[in-house]
């Protein structure tokens, strides 16, 4: 059974100015285990298609099925954690404090969520940072811990927004492996919006290339590459090659618009 089933899924937002298309016939299939991701130039649905898995919007035509019901079902049983393009973190909270808010939310016993807690800690390594405030951790390391809040739900599957956009290349580079080895130990279901072709090709089992208005999928590539990836790998030919594919998708896309 497929994680996510998406068949000729449509979504026209109504607005003042007349319809915007943001959906248009998306077709596909997630699998357990997989990491996807989503690129395309701004606007081109990446955010809406995540938020309809998500049950935060809702399509206006074809299917989708997540964990084989509807996202509504899906989101009552707790199917996914978000990651959002910023951390997010209440700042009158501790870290622990934030990773600590849903859990209260939803009723989980205060043992359990102390647990909980140390746990998604170590996995994206902030051991010891659980009473620090947000204001005291670097932008990597607030991102991390929004990770960790997302963990903390215990979902087999992540959605994450553009997670690391707002931050400088070496800190991406370093979340970028850090993901891929929770991703490997965790062997959760993600999918990952981003505007980077390198970023996607690295971290993707499946990259999903997207265009703008309507917001359609150009091309769907299953990556190559090795489950194990070290950072030199994006100079590979393999790598360099599927990075290639994507250019010339998001070209194509781009071409349509004109
Ligand atoms: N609530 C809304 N009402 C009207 N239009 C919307 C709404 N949400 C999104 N849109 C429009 O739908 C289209 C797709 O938006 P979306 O945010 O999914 O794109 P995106 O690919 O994630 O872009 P970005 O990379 O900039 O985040 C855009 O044209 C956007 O303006």
Excluded at 7 to 15: D, G, I, K, R, Y
Excluded at 153 to 171: K, N, R, S, W
Aim: glycine content about 8%; hydrophobic content about 40%; aromatic content about 8%.
């Amino acid at each position: 059974m497929s994680v996510v089933s998406a068949s000729a899924l449509s979504l026209t937002f109504e607005t003042d100015d007349g319809p915007v298309h943001a959906l248009s016939n998306v077709s596909l299939e997630v699998e357990k285990g997989d990491f996807v991701s989503f690129i395309g130039p701004s606007g081109c649905g990446k955010t809406t298609f995540l938020r309809v898995i998500a049950d935060l919007e809702r399509a206006t035509g074809g299917a989708i099925t997540v964990n084989g019901v509807s996202p509504e079902a899906a989101r009552r049983a707790r199917a996914y954690g978000y990651v959002f393009q910023a951390a997010g973190l209440y700042p009158w909270r501790t870290i622990g404090g934030n990773i600590r808010l849903p859990l209260e939310i939803i009723g989980i016993p205060k043992a359990e969520q102390a647990e909980r807690v140390a746990r998604v800690l170590e996995l994206v390594e902030l051991e010891g940072f659980e009473k620090r405030f947000p204001w005291q951790l670097s932008g990597g390391m607030q991102q991390r811990a929004s990770i960790a809040r997302a963990l903390a739900f215990d979902a087999d599957l992540l959605l994450m927004d553009e997670p690391f956009g707002a931050l400088d290349e070496i800190v991406r580079d370093h979340l970028n492996e850090q993901l891929l080895a929770l991703w490997a130990r965790t062997e959760k279901t993600i999918c990952f919006v981003t505007h980077s072709i390198p970023e996607a090709v690295y971290l993707s089992t499946k990259i999903v290339v997207m265009s703008p208005r309507p917001g359609r999928i150009i091309d769907v590539i299953d990556s190559p590459l090795p489950k194990q990836r070290p950072l030199d790998i994006r100079e590979s030919p393999e790598f360099l090659e599927v990075a290639h594919r994507v250019r010339e998708g998001l070209r194509a896309g781009h071409s349509y618009e004109d």
